[in-house]
């Protein structure tokens, strides 16, 4: 039987093993650095996001044609496990944030750190994530053979806008409280799991991302928002990232270890 590892005494082999494991985890910290290849990434994610939401929920309505809350129940499985697989794969390389409102949340808790990030990845990571909404919602629509077409389901209300707050505002903390808390590993399925089960407590079925759902406006299905929805919805995710970002700060001033200020950049991942 092994001795246990707190016991175990240093070898030239076991050293090695060491130095090597130790330059593993630097280079999966570290790599890439190149801004153009986690913009890549962003675009890549945000758009394979949208073509998940928008494609579970064409394949939905044509599964259960009567059937609303199989509907929604299916495009909310669909959801959460493409969701948490993307983040799994991208969240190395960009940090697979896929989402306007955490870009802006993970800036502004890093813009006192020097080695935070910049305005220029900012805007580098909002152009990709837009561009990939648009375009996931066009591939969705390709592989079920549906017209490109702008939406027609109206989704706003008093009700809706107060979930989008709520349903942002609690992705916000779920991913920087985590994040902060030094469990950075959970942040995959944690994510997923959140917004699977706001599709369930939210009125609006938890958007809660500025890029998918300018993305849904160009499905006109089961997943589409009409273009007038759009905007009180984007207002309220505004919202609710600044509600979120507020909450992490008071419950989390420091990640764990730290004196003072966040360690995420471009960055962190989110839906």
Do not use: K
């Amino acid at each position: 039987m092994s001795a246990p590892v707190s016991a175990r005494v240093d070898t030239p082999e076991s050293a090695v093993v060491d130095a090597a494991v130790s330059a593993a985890v630097t280079v999966a910290v570290t790599w890439p650095a190149a801004l153009w290849r986690r913009a890549l990434g962003e675009l890549l994610g945000t758009g394979l996001l949208v073509a998940v939401v928008v494609g579970s929920g064409i394949a939905a309505a044509n599964l259960s044609p009567d059937d609303v809350g199989l509907q929604l129940l299916e495009n909310s499985i669909a959801t959460a496990l493409g969701l948490a697989v993307l983040i799994a794969v991208l969240g190395p390389l960009s940090g697979a944030h896929f989402n306007p409102v955490v870009t802006l949340v993970d800036w502004a808790l890093g813009r006192r750190d020097p080695a935070g990030p910049r305005l220029g990845d900012v805007a580098a990571y909002l152009a990709a994530q837009l561009t990939g909404g648009i375009g996931g919602a066009v591939l969705a629509n390709a592989m079920f053979a549906e017209p490109t077409a702008i939406a027609t389901t109206d989704r706003v209300s008093g009700a809706t806008f107060l979930a989008e707050v709520v349903a942002t505002a609690g992705l916000v903390l779920v991913i920087f409280g985590l994040l902060r808390a030094g469990r950075d590993t959970l942040i995959a399925p944690a994510v997923g799991a959140y917004i699977g089960a706001a599709y369930w407590f939210t009125s609006s079925t938890s958007f809660a991302n500025p890029a998918v759902t300018v993305g849904r406006v160009l499905s006109d299905s089961f997943a589409g928002i009409a273009p007038g929805s759009v905007l009180p919805f984007v207002l309220a995710q505004l919202v609710g990232g600044a509600v979120g970002l507020g909450l992490v700060a008071v419950l989390y001033p420091a990640r764990l270890g730290t004196t003072g200020g966040d360690v995420a950049r471009p960055g962190t991942p989110a839906h």
